[in-house]
């Protein structure tokens, strides 16, 4: 399975999504920072599974059609940080899609995040994180996951490695920077939490029209992944 996570700089970068799906032939793309007025139904061979409605920055999942079939799509709103109070950014900062893998019949949740920004504390990004791991639960227990998107976490991403590996996460960087803009704020800003797949790779693509790099997740599923039998029936 390959998905693409791109932070689109206020939309800024939505021109390079058409060639980004082909060029890696990837299987999901997920958005952050989108004009969700603005989004076609189809990108190449992906579908849009749905948008947050009332972000100014919003979120968006896409899917191969022919690899899934999606059951259900939910959006979350998070613990709010003053930047989202003062400026109203983003009221969703959460969009998951539950999908079955047409080849497999693996059941598993992809989603989309996008954490507070820097001017908010790291302790009320981890909050928003396991938030957000939560609510994905909530979708059907037991399911895999996948969360990718804009995590605006640079720093000290050991001890948040620490933290996600004791509740049952692995988190994984991208192997090179996605932010690299200001001389201060560089790191890995983008990257990925799962839950029951093995990250395979997390590659950083060229530069954009974005400050941020998008990044190219392979993943596999884990050795005791439930297909879709195994797991909660999905929603009609």
Not at 20 to 49: K, S, V, Y
Not at 89 to 99: D, F, K, N, S
Not at 148 to 167: R, S
């Amino acid at each position: 399975m390959r998905v693409i996570s791109y932070n689109l700089r206020k939309h800024h970068a939505s021109g390079e999504l058409v060639d980004l799906a082909r060029d890696f032939e990837i299987d999901a793309l997920c958005l952050q920072e989108c004009d969700t007025n603005d989004l076609p139904d189809t990108i190449g061979d992906l579908h849009l599974a749905d948008a947050t409605k009332g972000n100014r920055l919003g979120l968006a999942i896409y899917y191969r059609m022919d690899r899934f079939r999606a059951f259900e799509t939910k959006t979350f709103a998070l613990k709010k940080s003053l930047h989202d109070r003062v400026l109203s950014p983003a009221h969703e900062r959460l969009i998951g899609t539950r999908v079955i893998d047409n080849e497999t019949d693996h059941d598993l949740v992809i989603a989309s995040f996008h954490a507070a920004p820097l001017t908010a504390s790291n302790s009320l990004r981890r909050n928003q994180i396991h938030a957000a791991h939560a609510e994905l639960m909530s979708m059907g227990g037991g399911l895999m996951s996948l969360m990718v998107g804009d995590f605006n976490y640079p720093f000290f991403t050991k001890n948040l490695t620490a933290q996600m590996k004791d509740a049952g996460y692995d988190l994984t960087l991208s192997d090179r920077r996605t932010y690299t803009r200001y001389k201060v704020f560089k790191g890995h800003f983008d990257f990925a939490t799962s839950q029951g797949l093995n990250i395979e790779s997390v590659e950083t693509l060229p530069r954009g029209a974005s400050d941020h790099l998008p990044i190219l997740i392979s993943a596999e599923y884990g050795q005791d992944a439930p297909a879709a039998d195994d797991a909660e029936s999905p929603a009609a």
